[in-house]
């Protein structure tokens, strides 16, 4: 990892802890500013050899250098291969986590659904509002809209940053909000700017320090 980012990481982190005591920043205390032990080499090898691909360069440097997971956006970074997929701690992806992470990510631009895929036509009973439902679900939710990509946060609801490992968006982070029927789109710096993983947390840092100095 660049020096001058892991340097701005710890200090970063180091007045974030000072600057926020009671943890009043969005997502702070789940993490509590403070990062996991750094995932071990052959932890992240056998993760690419599984999954048949390499972890963009920025990232698995934070996890070999920083820490494998913890402080970060949000509610913090998820250790590798783990997310809060049943909203009672940390588990593993499973058949429901991710995609096929070595097929490319479908998505250049922001994706959703036509708004009336969204709008119920009138039923004539139960069981035709539970097919409709049902195949909504089964189309909004296939795991072939996240290939390439896997989650790396949660922002709360069910809305999670994946980070994007397979295709022309590669080391990009993008927002699926499909919990929130917003659907799946990039990440923006305030120029306008796509965010990849450094400038993604980097942007955090700064704005939770921010944040953190308005409510002091």
């Keep these: ?29 789940s993490h509590r500013y403070a990062l996991n032990a750094p995932a071990r080499e052959q932890e992240v090898l056998s993760f690419e050899a599984t999954h048949g691909v390499a972890i963009p360069a920025a990232y698995r440097r934070f996890l070999l250098e920083l820490g494998n997971g913890g402080a970060g956006p949000h509610n913090g970074l ?7 997929g049943s909203g009672r701690g940390l588990e593993p ?8 992470l070595r097929e490319p990510f479908p998505h250049r631009v922001h994706w959703n659904l ?16 539970d097919s409709w439902q049902n195949a909504l679900d089964d189309e909004y939710w296939d795991m072939a809209l996240v290939r390439g990509a896997f989650p790396i946060c949660h922002q709360g609801c069910a809305n999670r ?13 993008w927002l699926d909000g499909r919990a929130s ?17 450094e400038a ?17």
């Design 161 to 173: 940053n994946l980070l994007v490992v397979s295709g022309p968006e590669r080391g990009q982070v």
């Design 181 to 197: 029927d917003e659907g799946i789109g990039p990440e923006h710096g305030p120029d306008g700017q796509r965010l990849t993983f």
């Design 93 to 100: 992806w499973g058949e429901h986590g991710v995609g096929v």
């Design 1 to 29: 990892m660049a020096n001058d980012f892991a340097r701005r990481v710890h200090e970063g982190l180091r007045r974030l802890r000072q600057a926020d005591p009671d943890f009043r920043v969005f997502g702070s205390a």
């Design 78 to 84: 998820f250790p590798l291969g783990l997310w809060d």
């Design 114 to 129: 036509p708004p009336e895929r969204f709008e119920p036509p009138d039923f004539s009973d139960d069981d035709a509002e």
């Design 200 to 216: 993604w947390y980097s942007q955090w840092l700064e704005d939770a320090l921010k944040e953190a100095s308005a409510q002091r």
